[in-house]
């Protein structure tokens, strides 16, 4: 199994804005279009115009916003990486909280703390969940320690010597 490896930092940032974007864009596009199909007058005419009508003004404000989002997270991230010279689950805490600030910045102080206070306890959440998923999934594919004795394994052939459960030769 091949290993997962990120982009160097500098196309990093390039990379998550415009996974960010995309995210943002689809997920924006179904939420707006049930929407719209909601709220339009009644009619199959009506619903699927209002639909459609909503995807195309909502879809790409929602794609940007997220992508605002994912590139200064990134960029931040990259940016803890050269300065811790490590990269660990600390970076994107730190960078999740620090982009909640940031975005808040126009709010006011208690927005930001509150916003930092999200983004960072949004990121441990999700951090968190992903070193579990992964030391579960690698206990699972440890390999079982054999048995010392086998009771239904065939006896040994061709003068061989079986070790017994004690580490004795037998």
Known sequence: MEEYVREPCPWRIVDDCGGAFSMGAIGGGVFQAVKGFRNAPVGVGHRL???????????????????????????????????????????????????????????GPLTMVGSAMMGGILLALIEGFGILLTRYTAQQFQNPIPFAEDPSAPPPSNGEQQQGAKGQFQ
Not at 67 to 89: M, N, Q, Y
């Open 49 to 107: 115009r209002g639909s459609a009508n909503a995807v195309r003004i909502r879809a790409p404000q929602i794609g940007g916003s997220f992508a605002v989002w994912g590139g200064l997270f990134s960029t931040i991230d990259c940016g803890l990486v050269h300065l811790r010279g490590k990269e660990d689950p600390w970076n994107s805490i730190t960078s999740g909280a620090l982009t909640g600030a940031i975005l808040a910045a126009r709010s």
